[in-house]
Structures are given as structure tokens and as C-alpha cells.
């Protein structure tokens, strides 16, 4: 089913779309904490799956950004 999604849908919108999202989630965190980015994701995630993009596609792009969370043990 993968593969005939990726034959059928528009791979460079789902590319464009894609790098939207990590123009958008790459934003300078608004607050001291360091939180919260200033831009929702949420539209260009959405943007993205309308045009087929994949979730494990949505959340490497994110990954690129923002790297993946490593819990260190507290002992």
C-alpha cells in the first residue's frame, strides 16, 4: 500500500510541504523557557498529510529539527 501511495501522490508537494513544516517547527522558542515555538505545526502537518505525506515521514522531518529525546536515568 506504501509503495503505490508514493507512485500515485505528488512527491515533490509532499517534499514542499515537508520542508514547510521544518521552516516552521526550526522557528526561535518565543518564550524564556524555551518551550514553545511561536509557529503552530499543526497547519503545515496538516498541509502535509493532505498531500500524503506518510506519519513516519511527518515525524522524521520533525526529528530533524528538533532531534529525539533520550531519557537518562536517575539513580
Same mark, same amino acid.
Given at each position: 500500500k506504501l +509503495?503505490?501511495?508514493r507512485e500515485k501522490r505528488s512527491n515533490e508537494k509532499? +517534499? %514542499?510541504h515537508l520542508e /514547510?513544516? +521544518?521552516r516552521a /517547527? /526550526? %522557528?526561535e522558542p518565543s518564550s524564556r523557557s524555551g518551550?514553545?515555538?511561536p509557529a503552530? !505545526?499543526?497547519p503545515y502537518i496538516l498541509d502535509a498529510v493532505r498531500a500524503y505525506a506518510t506519519i513516519g515521514e511527518v515525524?522524521? /522531518?520533525l526529528r530533524e529539527v528538533h532531534? !529525539?529525546?533520550t531519557e537518562v536515568s536517575v539513580t
Open positions: +509503495k503505490r501511495l509532499v +517534499k %514542499q /514547510a513544516l +521544518k /517547527a /526550526a %522557528q518551550e514553545i515555538s503552530n !505545526t499543526m515525524c522524521e /522531518a532531534g !529525539t529525546y
